[in-house]
């Protein structure tokens, strides 16, 4: 089998896989301040009945995440040697900061988080969390500095080695700030926000059709509502941002994005969901007309640069980018709805009447995730045929003696051991919450002692 091919299927696999765990994490981080927060200000038991009770979830889903992020970067070496040697410079100052400033931050906390109650005063461990959520979040920076620089290069120059070209830093702070990097991070930090909103909503609502822990679940429901509409609004702010900085930096992904095929398409339609024949060079869709070119360039009558404006070696998988992005805007305007239509509900205390909506909660937890899936998919492969856009071609990114059974050895043995992985943390899961918060007046006692 193709080797390519297959590492680009592998890495794909690997990567979103990993990526089920960190957005969820960082949404906790926040849930996890807001109510350690109050149980200091109100030293009412119930918030810190509810703090620790997420604390030993944001545990487990923070070791998985660790556990399968590791694989990730052994590829660069293994399957894609050509683009690490390209890249290295660029690309190593980014892990490395990644992981001095925000893993052994977030780590190193998170000790004193999980076992650190009865050792620490309160205001520490409630610091203590602080550095938690803020470690998740550096993380964060210093992944999507590191993709915005591979979809919007600045800072560097191509430096010639015995070995090839190579990419040097000239500007480390033009690296951080390259032009997509505040859109890309601000977009990423919404979905993972509702990410860990979602996952508090999904089992707080659970608790309430099952009659258990109310009390807990209503508490827990109204801070993460809070959440989930601020992220969910916030992410139609930070989408429509990074859509024109798209069509200013990538306008190939754009027009691949929404199915435009003219080289200048003046009033361009803001396509709704539809059908792209690429061989054709048509759309088949329910669109807004002029929309588009009124979003991007507040003027119906502004153009668009289309496909055809580029050559079609340069062009990416047009449907399949079309499809994603449609998908990921369809649940983000879905997760608006039930967001505000369960925060209002929730406020005038008639949720728990709502048994339906409440149900529809319970499995919406998997729509940020297939959100934030589907949207990195349609960034990377809107991206292509190039690893470093304008660059460096995924082709030439290679590692040129990997063989395609080597590669599809590997996949195939990452794919049980990370199936085994999600098992088990399914499994841990599931007993963490079929065990629930425990007794209240446990938490009586310990806001007493402290």
């Known amino acids: 089998m193709d080797a390519e091919i297959l590492a680009r299927v592998q890495f794909a696999f690997t990567i979103g896989f990993h990526y089920i765990y960190p957005p969820i994490s960082i949404g906790l981080g926040i ?7 109050i149980y ?35 590829q660069f070496g ?19 900061a990644e992981g001095v400033f925000a893993f052994f931050l977030e780590s190193g906390f998170l000790a ?36 915005s620089w591979m979809q919007t290069p600045a800072g560097y120059h191509i430096v010639e080695t015995p070995t090839g070209p190579r990419a040097e830093i000239t500007d480390f702070w033009a690296v ?13 930090f919404m979905g993972a926000w509702q990410a860990g909103a979602w996952f508090v909503l999904s089992v707080s609502a659970y608790y309430v059709l099952k009659r258990r822990h109310v009390d807990f679940a ?24 990074s859509g024109v900085k798209i069509a200013e930096t990538q306008p190939a992904k754009l027009a691949a994005f929404e199915g435009v095929f003219a080289e ?32 991007v360039h507040g003027d119906v009558n502004e153009p668009i640069t289309g496909l055809n404006a580029f050559p079609r070696d340069e062009w990416p998988p047009v449907n399949l980018s079309f499809q ?54 349609a960034a990377e492969v809107g991206r292509q045929p190039w690893i470093v856009y304008g660059l460096m071609k995924t082709a030439d990114g290679l590692s040129p003696t990997v063989s395609g059974g080597a590669v599809l050895a590997s996949l195939i043995l990452f794919t049980l051991i990370y199936l085994g992985l999600f098992v088990m943390f399914i499994a841990l899961l599931d007993r963490k919450i079929r065990r629930g918060p425990g007794d209240i007046e446990q938490f009586v006692r310990a806001g007493r002692r402290a």
């Open 264 to 295: 200048q398409q003046p009033g361009a339609d803001l396509t709704i969901a539809g059908w792209v024949d690429e061989e054709r060079g048509e759309t088949r869709s329910f669109a807004i007309p002029g929309m588009l070119s009124w979003l």
């Open 176 to 188: 951080v700030f390259n032009p997509s990097t505040v859109d890309r991070l601000s977009h990423v």
């Open 324 to 377: 994603l992005y449609h998908i990921m805007i369809a649940i983000g305007v879905l997760l608006i709805v039930f967001a505000l239509l369960g925060g209002i509900l929730a406020w005038m205390r008639r949720l728990s009447r709502q048994r339906w909506l409440l149900w529809i909660i319970v499995f919406a937890v998997l729509l940020p995730q297939i959100a934030n899936q589907v949207g990195w998919a």
């Open 218 to 241: 209503r508490a827990s429901m109204r801070i993460a509502f809070v959440l989930a509409v601020v992220a969910s609004l916030g992410q139609l702010v930070t989408g429509h941002d």
């Open 112 to 147: 004193i988080v999980l076992f650190g109650w009865e050792k620490v005063k309160p205001g520490w461990h409630w610091f203590s969390t602080w550095m938690v959520m803020l470690g998740s979040h550096f993380s964060a920076i210093w992944i999507v500095v590191a993709n």
């Open 31 to 37: 849930v996890l301040v807001v109510m350690e927060g």
């Open 40 to 74: 200091l200000k109100t030293r009412d038991p119930l918030y810190l009945q509810l703090t620790k009770f997420w604390t030993k979830i944001f545990g487990l889903v923070f070791a998985i995440g660790v556990a399968t992020g590791i694989v990730m970067e052994f």
């Open 78 to 96: 293994t399957n894609w040697s050509n683009y690490s040697r390209y890249v290295g410079d660029v690309f190593g100052s980014a892990l490395a």
